[in-house]
Nanobody, 115 residues
Framework: QVQLVESGGGSVQPGGSLRLSCAASGIIWSINAMGWYRQAPGKERELVAIITRIGTRTYADSVKGRFTISRENAMSKLYLEMNSLKPEDTSVYYC?????????WGQGTQVTVSS
C-alpha cells in the first residue's frame, strides 16, 4: 500500500503562483510513476502532469509552460509548481501514485484562482 497526503492548496489571484506538495509513505520503492490530477465541479478528473521514476515528464496541454512537476529521487515527495494561474485552473488537485498493483490517491487539495 502507498499513502499520499497533499498540501499547499489555497486561494490566489489570476497570474499568481502556488506550490503543491505530496508526501508518500508505505511501499514507495514500488512506485513507477507519480502525478497530479484535478477535478472541477461537474467535470471528470483530468491529468495535469506525470513524472516517472526515471524522470520522464508529461503535461496536459493546458498547463504546459506554466506548471512544473518534480519529485525527490526516492519518490517520497512530489511537487507541482504552478505559475501564471488562471481561473480555469480552479479545481481540487489530487496526488496519484502507481505501481504494478494499481493506483493510489490522496485526499485532494483545493486550488481556487479568483480576483
Amino acid at each position: 500500500q502507498v499513502q499520499l497526503v497533499e498540501s499547499g492548496g489555497g486561494s490566489v489571484q489570476p497570474g499568481g503562483s502556488l506550490r503543491l506538495s505530496c508526501a508518500a509513505s508505505g511501499i514507495i520503492w514500488s512506485i513507477n510513476a507519480m502525478g497530479w490530477y484535478r477535478q472541477a465541479p461537474g467535470k471528470e478528473r483530468e491529468l495535469v502532469a506525470i513524472i516517472t521514476r526515471i524522470g520522464t515528464r508529461t503535461y496536459a496541454d493546458s498547463v504546459k509552460g506554466r506548471f512544473t512537476i518534480s519529485r525527490e529521487n526516492a519518490m517520497s515527495k512530489l511537487y507541482l509548481e504552478m505559475n501564471s494561474l488562471k481561473p480555469e485552473d480552479t479545481s481540487v488537485y489530487y496526488c496519484n501514485a502507481r505501481n504494478n498493483q494499481g493506483n493510489y490517491w490522496g485526499q485532494g487539495t483545493q486550488v481556487t484562482v479568483s480576483s
